[in-house]
T-cell receptor, first 115, second 118 residues
Framework: DSGVTQTPKHLITATGQRVTLRCSPR?????VYWYQQSLDQGLQFLIQ???????AKGNILERFSAQQFPDLHSELNLSSLELGDSALYFC??????????????FGEGSWLTVV | AQTVTQSQPEMSVQEAETVTLSCTYD???????LFWYKQPPSRQMILVIR??????QNATENRFSVNFQKAAKSFSLKISDSQLGDTAMYFC???????????????FGKGTKLSVKP
C-alpha cells in the first residue's frame, strides 16, 4: 500500500458526460501528480500541483482540469468525455519540497471506461 | 525535452535465472534521477529502484540492481533469481533535478513486459 488513495476505482460513463476523480496523497506529501495510462499513449503526465498551486502541465486536454485543495487532496475533472478518454488514471504524490528527486508514489488508479 | 527509450517490448526468463532490462534516455541535464517501476497485472505502479545521477555507485535493492552508465545515458535493470511474482510490466523513468520549489514529474518509457516462466 503506497498510502495514495484514489476513488473511484472503476467508473463507466457515457460519451459527453463529466466525471471527477479524487485523490488523497500520502500523509505529509505536498506534490500531487496526475498521469493517464492508455494502450496507445502509454503513461502520460497530465498535471502537477504543489501545495495547492499548479506547478507543471503535461499533455492535458482543455476538457480536463484539476485542482488541489487546502487539505492537499486533489481532483481531476474530465468533461465532454470521448471514447478515447477511456484509460487508467493514476494519482501520485511525493514530499516534493526543495530536495527534489523525492520518490513519487502511485495510487492504484481509477479505471475510466467511456461507452 | 527528455526522452526515455525501452527497446525490448517483451522479454521472458526462466524462474531462478537472471534477466536484464534495457533503458536509454536522452537529456542535456547533468543532475537528474532515474527510476524503475513495476506494474504487475493488478496495474498498480510499484517503485523497484532509484538512482541519483550524481552517484557513481549503482543502486541495489535485494535481487534488483542497476547498471548506470551516465556517459552512455544507459540505465539497465538486472533481476537476479527471478521469481514468478516478478512477472510484470517494467517502466524506466526519468526525473529532472530542480533546485528549490517543487520537484519535477516523471517521464516514462513505453515499458518492457517481463514474463517469468516456471
Amino acid at each position: 500500500d503506497s498510502g495514495v488513495t484514489q476513488t473511484p476505482k472503476h467508473l463507466i460513463t457515457a460519451t459527453g458526460q463529466r466525471v471527477t476523480l479524487r485523490c488523497s496523497p500520502r500523509s505529509g506529501d505536498l506534490s500531487v501528480y496526475w498521469y493517464q495510462q492508455s494502450l496507445d499513449q502509454g503513461l502520460q503526465f497530465l498535471i502537477q500541483y504543489y501545495n495547492g498551486e499548479e506547478r507543471a502541465k503535461g499533455n492535458i486536454l482543455e476538457r480536463f482540469s484539476a485542482q488541489q485543495f487546502p487539505d492537499l487532496h486533489s481532483e481531476l475533472n474530465l468533461s465532454s468525455l470521448e471514447l478515447g478518454d477511456s484509460a487508467l488514471y493514476f494519482c501520485a504524490s511525493s514530499v516534493g519540497t526543495a530536495n527534489s528527486g523525492n520518490t513519487i508514489y502511485f495510487g492504484e488508479g481509477s479505471w475510466l471506461t467511456v461507452v | 525535452a527528455q526522452t526515455v527509450t525501452q527497446s525490448q517490448p517483451e522479454m521472458s526468463v526462466q524462474e531462478a535465472e537472471t534477466v536484464t532490462l534495457s533503458c536509454t534516455y536522452d537529456t542535456s541535464e547533468n543532475n537528474y534521477y532515474l527510476f524503475w517501476y513495476k506494474q504487475p497485472p493488478s496495474r498498480q505502479m510499484i517503485l523497484v529502484i532509484r538512482q541519483e545521477a550524481y552517484k557513481q555507485q549503482n543502486a541495489t535493492e535485494n535481487r534488483f540492481s542497476v547498471n548506470f552508465q551516465k556517459a552512455a545515458k544507459s540505465f539497465s535493470l538486472k533481476i537476479s533469481d527471478s521469481q514468478l511474482g516478478d512477472t510484470a510490466m517494467y517502466f524506466c523513468a526519468f526525473m529532472k533535478h530542480k533546485n528549490g520549489g517543487s520537484q519535477g514529474n516523471l517521464i516514462f518509457g513505453k515499458g518492457t513486459k517481463l514474463s517469468v516462466k516456471p
